[in-house]
């Protein structure tokens, strides 16, 4: 499974972005998906999760509430919607893939097995 990361930016505080995880190679359908975050030196941490069906999210603590998790009809993409971005929010952020054999939606980085390449967010204040 191939994972391709895209949406990523600058804004100021306040505004918006939508990261998109677009996965290839094989199909995803029954796949779990997350998405985690690198900010500089620090290590890497969990942002969102969702399930094959959709109809499970989890959400950092940090995030809730601001970001929403969702796949579109064709299970081939995942998307990360950013609202009300805060400059802390800034980061590398990585989506990956469990695969179904591995359980549902996880929170941690050891139970994904596929990553995509990472697309930067900068918020400025």
């Known amino acids: 499974v191939q994972l391709q990361a895209s949406g990523g930016g600058s804004v100021q505080a306040g505004g918006s972005l939508r990261l998109s995880c677009t996965a290839s190679?094989?199909?995803?359908?029954?796949?779990?998906f997350g998405w985690f975050r690198q900010a500089p030196q620090k290590g890497r941490e969990f942002v969102a999760a969702i399930d094959w069906s959709g109809g499970s999210t989890h959400y950092a603590d940090s995030v809730k509430g601001r970001f929403t998790i969702s796949r579109d009809g064709t299970f081939n993409t995942v998307s990360l919607q950013m609202n009300s971005l805060k400059p802390e929010d800034t980061a590398v952020y990585y989506c990956?893939?469990?695969?179904?054999?591995?359980?549902?939606?996880?929170?941690?980085?050891?139970?994904?097995?596929?990553w995509g390449q990472g697309t930067q967010v900068t918020v400025s204040s």
């Open positions: 990956a893939a469990r695969e179904p054999m591995s359980g549902g939606a996880a929170t941690g980085e050891s139970e994904y097995e596929h």
């Open positions: 190679g094989q199909t995803v359908y029954s796949y779990n």
